[in-house]
């Protein structure tokens, strides 16, 4: 959905090509996001995601709700990479490839590298996360093993990396860690759970903050994602994490109570997976998830969802399908600007029903007047394609021309 007439969205709103038709002249070929507006509360890929959900015809709303610190920057990483290097750890849980890579290359730039890789290399790692801990990727210079060529201590029939399909995390505290130094790398957000149980076991935690998150350097956009949360002008959030879930949540505020009413009714709460939901679904909020933790599947998620939530009647004859910002004809996409598209909202919430000019004024932006109500028809009936669409009924008010 649009926002209000003089109100901005957010510092960047990017408009799908195929929703540019004037009003009046729809679109022949829509795509099954056109006319809806989905906001991204991602920072890390939300070009990537954005540019997706563009190709799929979305208007889409950037708003992070964190952003990541960059290893190379994270000074806290930099203390506990040092502590590390002095007293190197017995076991290190690696919970991404990626991370451990990019923990090596910032400590080469603080000529911590090979310190790091001495400390690690006698470790045992046990693997666990969203990828593999261990593997090539292309152009990084290194082997299978990132470590590799480093002593390593044989194999531990205690901590030696699961097979697939075992839990590698919360038995580990049962397979004998009492004494041990643990390195615990956290993907983003902390694991009270998994760090608690070792400790209880006799273990020394050391967590290794990557990808450590922390607010954006300018909050204006979340805030604004919040008003058009609660003005409904928004169809869908997609959210990558849940750290992201709860950052917009805290930055509504005394508003909590009613975002969570949006996104429990009209505004679409999508999620990458069932862990980043679970700050909405702990509070009953139901989230749409890919069956992959995929972008793909994200979008592809929003595709299935948004369209079965237009509603759709006939009117004059027609097919008339409402979606955020846009009405669609006989399938031809009819961009709308706010107010003509408030209006038809409110005709349609109650078809074939006459609504005077005074109801149709609460559907408007405050400060308009009746006056505002005729001008939002006339440019309604221009955008449709004619006046067969919505009738005037002297003396009483406007209504839809229903079948």
Do not use: N
């Not at 990537?48 to 000074?75: N, T, W």
């Amino acid at each position: 959905m649009a926002a209000p007439e003089g109100v901005t969205a957010a510092p960047r709103v990017t408009a799908a090509p195929r929703v540019t038709a004037p009003e009046g002249r729809g679109t022949s070929t829509p795509e099954p996001l056109s006319g809806f507006t989905v906001a991204v509360a991602a920072d890390r890929c939300r070009d990537g995601l954005a540019a997706m959900l563009e190709r799929h015809g979305a208007r889409v709303v950037l708003a992070p709700a964190l952003r990541i610190v960059p290893l190379a920057e994270d000074q806290e990483l930099r203390a506990t990479t040092m502590s590390l290097v002095k007293r190197p750890p017995d076991v290190v849980i690696v919970r991404t490839g990626l991370g451990l890579r990019g923990w090596l290359r910032a400590a080469e730039g603080w000529g911590l590298g090979e310190g790091l890789r001495a400390a690690l290399g006698p470790a045992c790692l046990v693997a666990d996360g969203p990828e593999p801990a261990v593997g090539r990727a292309p152009g990084d210079g290194w082997d299978d093993d990132p470590l590799a060529g480093l002593p390593r201590r044989g194999h531990d029939p205690l901590m030696r990396p699961p097979r697939r399909g075992d839990d590698p995390l919360m038995g580990l505290p049962r397979r004998g860690v009492a004494g041990a130094r643990v390195a615990v790398q956290l993907h983003g957000e902390p694991l009270p759970e998994l760090c608690a149980a070792l400790i209880e076991a006799g273990a020394e935690v050391i967590e290794v903050p990557l990808h450590r998150w922390v607010p954006p350097a300018d909050p204006t956009p979340l805030r604004r994602l919040v008003d058009l949360g609660l003005s409904r002008l928004v169809d869908a959030i997609a959210f990558t994490s849940a750290p992201a879930v709860g950052a917009l949540l805290r930055l509504a505020g005394t508003d909590t109570d009613a975002l969570l009413a949006a996104l429990a009714t009209d505004v679409v709460a999508a999620c990458l997976g069932p862990v980043d939901a679970v700050p909405l679904t702990r509070r009953g909020v139901p989230v749409v998830t890919p069956g992959r933790a995929r972008l793909t599947g994200l979008v592809g998620a929003l595709v299935r969802e948004l369209p079965g939530r237009a509603p759709t009647i006939r009117v004059a004859g027609r097919e008339l399908v409402l979606r955020g910002h846009a009405a669609m004809v006989d399938g031809a996409l009819r961009p709308l600007a706010p107010a003509p598209m408030a209006v038809l909202r409110a005709l349609a919430a109650t078809p074939g029903r006459v609504l005077s000019r005074a109801a149709l004024l609460t559907s408007l932006p405050r400060g308009a007047d009746e006056h505002a109500v005729e001008m939002a028809v006339a440019r309604l009936r221009a955008a449709l394609g004619g006046s067969t669409f919505v009738q005037t009924v002297i003396k009483r008010g406007y209504r839809l021309r229903v079948d």
